[in-house]
C-alpha cells in the first residue's frame, strides 16, 4: 500500500496552514466551491477505481454509485465555480496542472486496502456533513441550494459508511486505520469546524504535529499519479474535439 | 407560434433514459415551460447530480422543441427545490407495474438507515409489506435494491430524494 501506509510526508506544497495568510478579505465564492468541488472529484475517482473488483458484487455495486454521485457534486460545483471564473466545468477539472488543484491530501490517498478504504469513507462522510451543513445555511442562495442537495444524496452514503462502522468498529485492523486516517479527515475542514467533527466522531484532535503534511494546500505524491491517469482522455484529445 | 401545452406533450413523449416506461413529464424533473415568441426555456432538475443520463435527457429536450419550430433553452436547476414526490400519480403506477418501487414521501430531513431497515416498503409485485433492503445502492444512483420476503423475488426501489 502507498500513501498513508508509509506514512510518508508529501512532498510538494507550500507547508504551513494554507490560508493563514489569506488576510481579512473573504474567501472569492470559487476558491471556496472548488475545494470542495476537487475533493469529490479526486475521491470520487478514487472510489471509482473498486469497481469491479470490490470484496463482494454488493460493494461494487455501492462503491459504482458512490463515485457516480461524488463526481456528479464536483460537476454542479465546477459549474457555479465557472460561472464566475468565465470557463467550463471541464476546463476546472481537468485542465489545471496538480499544483493547481484545491483538494485535501485526505482525498489524494490512494488507498488498495479495504478497511483503509471503508475508514476513509466513514471519517469522509462525517466531515462532508459538517461543512455542506454549514453552506446549506450560507447567505449565498445558489451556494445554499446547491449544499442542500447533495446533502439528500450524501444521505445514502452516511447509510452504507454507518453500516460498516457498526460492523468493524471495534476491529483492530480498521481501529488502526482510523487511527492512521484521523488526521488527514481533520485536515479536510476549516479550523473552525474541526472541534464539532471530533465531538461528532468521538476522537481527540490531533496535535499540529500530527497535521504536518496533511494540510490543504499541500499534496501528496498519489496526486500526481492520480491526474496523471485522471487527466490523460482530456491532453490526448483537448477541449473542442469532435467525437 | 409554439404553445406551452403543446411543449409539454412533446416532452411527454421523451422516455426516461434508464427507465423507458416513464417519461420526462411523469418522471416530474421537467420544473417549468416558459414559452415566448419562438424562444422556449425549460427548467429541469435531476434526481441525482451524477446522472449520467443529464446529458441526453437534454439533447432530447432541445431536440423536440427545435422540432416544433421553437428556440431550445435547457436550464439545470441544482438545487433543493425538487423532490421525488414530485413524480405524477401516473408515474408511479407505471413504474410500479415495470417492476420499481416508487419513492416513500419525502420528509424534512434527508432518510436515515433504520428508515430504509424498516417494512414500511412495499413489494411492486405482491404488495407485501414483508420486504428487506438489500443494498443502499443500485443500478442506477436512485434506485436502492430490496427483497420481498413474501413472494421471494428482489426488485429495485426508487429512493427518495
Known amino acids: 500500500m502507498s500513501g498513508v501506509g508509509s506514512t510518508e510526508p508529501p512532498r510538494s506544497g507550500g507547508g504551513g496552514s494554507a490560508g493563514a495568510e489569506a488576510g481579512t478579505a473573504p474567501e472569492p465564492r470559487a476558491e471556496r466551491l472548488l475545494e470542495l468541488a476537487d475533493d469529490e472529484l479526486v475521491l470520487g475517482w478514487h472510489e471509482s477505481e473498486w469497481t469491479g473488483i470490490a470484496p463482494t458484487l454488493e460493494e461494487d455495486v455501492a462503491f ?8 456528479g457534486h464536483a460537476r454542479a460545483l465546477y459549474e457555479l465555480a465557472a460561472a464566475d471564473l468565465d ?12 499544483g493547481e488543484y484545491r483538494c485535501a491530501p485526505f482525498v489524494e490517498l490512494r488507498l488498495l486496502d479495504w478497511a483503509h478504504t471503508i475508514a ?24 445554499a441550494g446547491l449544499a442542500a442537495k447533495i446533502d439528500r444524496e450524501e444521505a445514502y452514503h452516511r447509510m452504507h459508511a454507518e453500516l460498516w462502522h457498526a460492523r468493524l468498529h471495534d476491529e483492530p485492523r480498521f481501529q488502526a486505520a482510523v487511527e492512521q486516517l484521523w488526521p488527514y479527515a481533520v485536515a479536510l475542514l476549516p479550523e473552525e469546524l ?28 498519489d496526486l500526481a499519479e492520480l491526474w496523471d491517469e485522471m487527466t490523460s482522455v482530456r491532453r490526448s484529445a483537448p477541449a473542442g474535439s469532435q467525437w | 407560434m409554439v404553445t406551452e401545452a403543446e411543449v409539454w406533450a412533446a416532452l411527454d413523449e421523451i422516455p426516461d433514459p434508464e427507465i423507458p416506461v416513464i417519461s420526462l413529464v411523469d418522471l416530474g424533473v421537467v420544473r417549468s415551460v416558459d414559452v ?27 431536440a423536440k422543441v427545435a422540432a416544433l419550430g421553437a428556440e431550445p433553452e435547457v436550464a439545470v436547476i441544482a438545487d433543493d427545490s425538487w423532490s421525488t414526490d414530485k413524480i405524477t400519480p401516473a408515474g408511479r403506477e407505471k413504474l410500479r407495474e415495470a417492476g420499481f418501487a416508487p419513492p416513500a414521501p419525502r420528509e424534512t430531513s434527508a432518510p436515515r438507515l433504520v428508515q430504509l431497515q424498516s417494512n414500511a416498503f412495499r413489494c411492486p409485485y405482491c404488495g407485501s409489506t414483508e420486504t428487506r433492503l438489500e443494498n443502499i445502492f443500485g443500478p442506477t444512483p436512485c434506485r436502492s435494491l430490496r427483497y ?4 421471494r423475488q428482489p426488485f429495485e426501489q426508487f429512493k427518495t430524494i
Open chain 1, 120 to 143: 476513509r469513507r466513514w471519517l469522509y462522510e462525517e466531515a462532508d456533513r459538517v461543512r455542506i451543513e454549514a453552506l446549506a445555511a450560507d447567505a449565498d442562495a445558489e451556494v
Open chain 1, 87 to 98: 470557463t467550463d466545468a471541464d476546463a476546472l477539472a481537468f485542465d489545471r496542472e496538480p
Open chain 2, 36 to 62: 415566448r415568441a419562438g424562444h422556449v426555456r425549460i427548467e429541469f432538475t435531476p434526481t441525482f447530480l451524477g446522472c449520467p443520463a443529464l446529458e441526453t435527457m437534454r439533447a432530447a429536450m432541445e
Open chain 1, 64 to 71: 459504482s454509485s458512490i463515485a457516480q454521485n461524488e463526481i
Open chain 1, 194 to 221: 474541526r472541534p464539532e467533527l471530533a465531538r461528532r466522531v468521538s476522537l481527540d484532535l490531533p496535535s499540529n504535529t500530527l497535521l504536518q503534511g496533511k494540510e490543504r494546500g499541500e499534496h501528496t505524491p
Open chain 2, 148 to 151: 420481498c420476503e413474501s413472494c
